[in-house]
């Protein structure tokens, strides 16, 4: 399975799983039963939008591209940035 293809399915499930569209993948890599990606998710609206509620979820795929598992992993604020000390 291509990276596009993969990215591709692991949005796809998820929408179908949480009934939202995610917004971005901010991480993607091969594994070795499939791939695992990191897809960023808006789970609450705000205005102005820098305030909206994120989850990232970590999804796990398997050589064919179905989803076997997720879990959201963080929410935070779309306006936040990480830092590290």
Do not use: H, N
């Not at 796809?12 to 070795?32: C, F, H, I, N």
């Amino acid at each position: 399975m291509s990276t596009g293809a993969a990215m591709r399915a692991a949005t796809a499930q998820l929408r179908e799983l949480l009934g939202r569209s995610p917004d971005s993948v901010s991480a993607l890599k091969p594994t070795d039963e499939g791939w695992e990606a990191t897809v960023e998710v808006v789970e609450v609206e705000r205005v102005p939008d820098t305030t909206s509620v994120m989850a990232s979820y970590r999804v796990s795929l398997d050589e064919s591209g179905d989803l076997v598992a997720y879990e959201r992993t963080r929410r935070y604020t779309r306006g936040q940035i990480d830092r590290r000390t």
